[in-house]
């Protein structure tokens, strides 16, 4: 069964950094491009983050500007978002995707002081 | 940016009915275009791909159609466990993926 699971997320105060992490099983990873996609609470669907297969070329939405840094492990199956310098608008439920095609269940980020 | 706007924002609909969901996009899509459901607490869903292809294991009631900058999803013969948010994606000007707002199915 293809499976995305992810983890990482939490209440973290402004200007802080969190690590999300997305385990994929029940396929080749290694063969994907994967992304990830937020929604704020009670709101649309955000595209943010791709990374290649082999993890060579990365590419982000222009609201990230160097905060946001999308990467993969493909030893360990396992793709990664770092989130730095965050603000309360980044707030909402962060989504691995493959391909767009497969979602996970998300993980919650919520800024606040 | 490529614009997607999606109407109407909410549908109130009856069990049984067609159901019918308009995306238009700012700028042509040729048809780059795809539709996902999604349910309260729940992932996105992906239904739809390049328009008028269904994803893996979607029923046949749900349709696409539309080219260029009109596009269409129709569910033929609402059932209950289709009462949900449905949003249309461009993914022709990549990598500036972008989302539509996003069209509500509740039942009347």
């Known amino acids: 069964e293809v499976q995305l699971v992810e983890s990482g997320g939490g209440l973290v105060q402004p200007g802080g950094s969190l690590r999300l992490s997305c385990a994929a099983s029940?396929?080749?990873?290694?063969?994907?491009?994967m992304h990830w996609v937020r929604q704020a609470p009670g709101k649309g669907l955000v595209w943010v983050s791709r990374i290649n297969s082999d993890g060579s070329t990365t590419n982000s939405a222009d609201f990230v500007k160097g905060r946001f840094t999308i990467s993969r492990d493909n030893a360990k199956n396992t793709l990664y978002l770092q989130v730095n310098s965050l603000r309360a608008e980044d707030t909402a439920v962060y989504y691995c995707?493959?391909?767009?095609?497969?979602w996970g269940q998300g993980t919650v980020v919520t800024v606040s002081s | 940016e490529i614009v997607m706007t999606q109407s109407p924002a909410t549908l109130s609909v009856s069990p049984g009915e067609r159901v019918t969901l308009s995306c238009r996009a700012s700028q042509t899509l040729s048809s780059n275009l795809a539709w996902y459901q999604q349910k309260p607490g729940q992932a996105p869903r992906l239904l739809i791909y390049g328009a008028s292809n269904r994803a893996t294991g979607i029923p046949a009631r749900f349709s696409g159609s539309g080219s260029e900058t009109e596009f269409t999803l129709t569910i033929s013969g609402l059932q209950s466990e289709d009462f949900a948010v449905y949003y249309c994606?461009?993914?022709?000007?990549?990598?500036?993926?972008?989302f539509g707002q996003g069209t509500k199915v509740d039942i009347k």
């Open positions: 995707t493959r391909d767009l095609q497969i």
């Open positions: 994606q461009q993914y022709n000007d990549w990598p500036r993926y972008t």
């Open positions: 029940g396929f080749t990873f290694s063969s994907y491009w």
